[in-house]
């Protein structure tokens, strides 16, 4: 025998997790120990029936509450209600339960799992929520049991039947999943996000670069944007964000493309893309080098291009883009040097002595180009993320003392020599690889491949890409421990999950659900028969036909093969002989009224078994249904005869 106290407890601490897991990567350390700590508590004191007062709990809940009040203000308000939420949650299971208690930890678990939206909608929180609403229906059942005798003990089987009745009602409810799928609207963004006010990246893209603002980053390898086209080697997969053309001897920023620069034909092998980039505040859209013609948003492609939007996306977007892998920008016009050859008026006097000399060295912008990236592989510089140059000169750091650095330090110093040695030069933004999912056939770019590097103007070829970082002694190295990360076969498929979750689910917003409308009531005008139907159609009708008819079979499945052969022989004995019965109605009192041979066999040979308790034999259930057969015939013959 199971104790229905038991099956509670189970269901009970089941949806906690479900609940708790999910918010974990957001939650204050505080939170993630006192969760655990009372989960196995209430567990121990369940079992040993000894845990502390009442009011030792409510204290708790209060001291805990006085804690979180104390972080709320205007920019954080999710986070201490969330922790808050899950110390609740965890005193609740800690405590005392009664068969209120057990309504109060359904809740605080629902509303826990529905927090983490504000985080993330991957399709982890559909199957979690999924789980719990499940698990919620078994344990309401349960629980009336348990409301009524709290001693109650039942079988296995007893148990059994007892579930199986509680998972009618979430399969009930599947129609409706699918018909609300189709008419709600669903949000581009977690539930409530502008609450989150995010907190500086660590790194990843950004629209100015400062050098020596920090000596050491971190990597965020959150996804930036998924990408489909085809597979390129890693040294194509330059994805052109931003182009910094001033620097004002900290920070390199974008301004005004000078007046009358106009690019010429760029030539080279053209790759076709489709972007899907994470929501995120940024204007700036993302395509390999060099972008020439982008679709599917309202996007500006500057002179430089440079790929934005009018403001920052209100929803998750998807766009196409033509790019041209090239390494080389042509100019038909020429350029304000002057402008791309400007110097803050305080320059590190050994840099500034280097570009002068590098300058005089060269013959003309190549020549130049050549001889400063001799010297770059001369001094032997290590790409790196840590103990990094800070202070008034960091590139000067960088370049003759430290030696260390990351893309920011080698780019940023390699355009201001180029310009001190009379090239000009800028800046591009944007990242540097990918890692190609070949389970989804699509490349995923996350924060931490930022990437910056430098584009000198060449007299007669126009703008040159060139990458400072590789000339790193170790670059070649951290390029592919890099990109290794997310090879692992696991990973591939839980990344493949959610852009198809966000491709199918999220993206499947208002303006595409009036599509669908629009385009089905045109379609509907052309029908002129049912046998003309779309074929799509059918894909969307027998699923919801099939689910709709499993809480029928179900129900049909709970009647015994005796009462459905008494319900048979009750509907043949009706029409043949005309008799009236009820619920109440008993077998014997049934035959006794009719008075016909058949209907005493079946009756005496049914009673005989059931009313002593036992199963019919097959040998039975052979003969009563061949009376049936029987009594039915008769009543054929009867009516063909009048």
């Known amino acids: 025998m199971i104790r229905i106290r038991a099956v509670l407890d189970i269901l009970g601490y089941g949806t906690a997790l479900l609940g708790f897991f999910p918010l974990c990567p957001y939650l204050d350390p505080l939170s993630l120990v006192v969760f655990p700590a009372a989960f196995f508590a209430g567990i121990a004191a369940d079992r040993t029936g000894r845990r502390p007062a009442s009011w030792v709990f409510t204290g708790a809940a209060l001291l805990f509450f006085g804690y979180y009040f104390l972080q709320f203000h205007r920019d954080n308000l999710v986070g201490p209600a969330v922790n808050l939420l899950v110390v609740f949650l965890a005193v609740r299971l800690a405590g005392e339960k009664t068969p209120r208690h057990y309504l109060q930890i359904f809740a605080l678990s629902l509303f826990a799992l529905a927090s983490s939206s504000l985080f993330s909608l991957s ?15 078994f344990a309401l059942v349960i629980l009336t049991f348990y409301q009524a005798d709290a001693s109650l003990s039942v079988s296995r089987p007893g148990l059994g039947k007892i579930l199986s009745v509680a998972a009618i009602m979430p399969a009930g409810a599947v129609p409706l999943m699918f018909l609300f799928f189709a008419i709600l609207p669903r949000t581009q963004y977690p539930l409530w996000g502008f609450l989150n006010v995010a907190g500086k990246k660590e790194v990843g893209f950004a629209e100015s670069v400062r050098p020596g603002s920090a000596a050491s980053i971190g990597e965020a390898r959150s996804i930036v944007f998924r990408a489909t086209c085809e597979r390129l080697p890693q040294n194509e997969l330059y994805w052109r964000g931003i182009v910094l053309n001033t620097f004002d001897g900290s920070t390199w920023a974008r301004t005004a493309v000078p007046a009358g620069e106009v690019p010429g034909a760029v030539r080279g092998h ?6 899907y980039p994470e929501p995120s505040r940024n204007r700036y859209l993302f395509a390999l080098d060099i972008p020439r013609q982008v ?18 996306a209100a929803k998750r977007l998807k766009y196409d883009v033509v790019s041209i892998i090239s390494r080389t920008i042509p100019v038909s016009r020429g350029i304000d040097s002057a402008f791309y050859l400007r110097l803050p008026p305080r320059v590190p006097e050994r840099m500034l002595v280097l570009g002068r000399r590098i300058g005089e060295r060269g013959k003309d912008e190549g020549e130049k180009v050549r001889l400063l990236e001799q010297f770059y592989r001369a001094q032997r510089l290590d790409y790196a ?16 003392v430290e030696k260390r650095g990351h893309c920011e330090y080698f780019a940023s110093s390699f355009a201001v020599l180029l310009r001190a040695a009379g090239v000009p030069a800028r800046l591009v933004g944007g990242y540097l690889g990918g890692e190609y999912n070949d389970i989804g056939g699509y490349y995923v770019v996350s ?44 990973q591939m498929y839980a990344d493949a999950l959610n852009y198809y979750w966000n491709l199918s689910v999220i993206s499947y917003d208002l303006d595409r659900q009036l599509q669908v409308i629009t385009a089905a009531g045109s379609s509907l005008k052309g029908v002129a028969l049912p046998g003309r139907l779309r074929p799509a159609l059918l894909w969307w009708l027998v699923p919801l036909v099939a689910i ?32 009236e019965t009820t619920p109440a109605t008993g077998l014997l009192e049934l035959a006794a009224a009719i008075g016909n041979p058949a209907v005493d066999r079946f009756v005496a040979m049914y009673c005989g078994a059931v009313y002593r308790d036992r199963k019919l034999s097959s040998d039975e259930l052979r003969t009563l249904r061949h009376l049936i057969r029987t009594m039915n015939a008769d009543r054929r013959e009867k009516e063909r005869s009048s």
């Open 447 to 490: 924060d931490d491949m930022a990437h910056v590097w430098v584009e000198a103007y060449i007299t007669g070829r126009g703008w040159i890409q060139i990458d400072p970082s590789s000339f790193a002694a170790n670059f070649a190295g951290r390029s592919e421990r890099l990109h290794a990360r997310f090879m692992r076969r696991l």
């Open 548 to 579: 709709g008819l499993i809480p029928a079979a179900r129900t049909k499945r709970r009647f015994s093969r005796e009462e459905r052969l008494v319900a048979q022989f009750l509907a043949v004995a009706r029409k043949r002989f005309r008799v």
């Open 385 to 400: 993320t840590k103990d990094l140059p800070v202070g008034d000169d960091p590139l000067d750091e960088f370049l003759f």
């Open 123 to 137: 399709a982890a929180f559909l199957v979690f929520l999924m789980v719990m609403l499940v698990l919620i229906a």
């Open 270 to 275: 053209v790759v076709r893309q489709t972007i």
């Open 295 to 312: 679709k599917g948003v309202r996007a500006f492609l500057a002179t430089d291009f440079v790929l934005g939007l009018p403001s920052v």
